[in-house]
């Protein structure tokens, strides 16, 4: 397998440091569920049943957020969007070590409509950045990619819940969606 077609284009202005953003900003996204789940489970001492409750609270909240966030992506922009989103990951999660379970449940609804549309951005910047007989193969290295942060996300996620104080886990995932939200909208790449 030759690897030529995959250094042409990382070689393309711009790809390293979007891919890069990319997985940053992946990682903490993918953590959400299982940091959700050992958060209720283990610093509240509730059952695994409640865990499911919010967790299911921030996916559906998710479900109905990112429609909206791509629409504000698409109409004001790629900074506005990685402004708001990234503001409210930054406050639901800060706060969400503190919350009693009915407020968590709240709080990750809002999470969830507030999360930032960083699968789409990737992808959207790749088609932009990228010449059109080359997209396959930037795709293809986007998904290893995405791959790699599913892996990556959820461990680091039971490590950080389970070898810290309660809430921790929490507060590093409100630091890294809040980080790789920043570096995506200083980067600004086009979409």
Known sequence: MSLAPYRQVLAVPGVRSLLLAGILARVPATAVGITLTLHVSTALGLSWARAGVVTAAYTIGAAIGQPLTGRLLDRRGLRLTMLLTTGGQAVVWALAPHLSYDALVAAAVVGGLSGPPIFSVVRLS???LIPADQRRTAFALDSMIVEL???????????LATSLAPGYGLYALAAGLAASGALLWWLDPPT
């Open 126 to 128: 790749l088609a932009a």
């Open 149 to 159: 942060s599913y892996m990556v996300g959820p461990a680091l996620a039971v490590v």
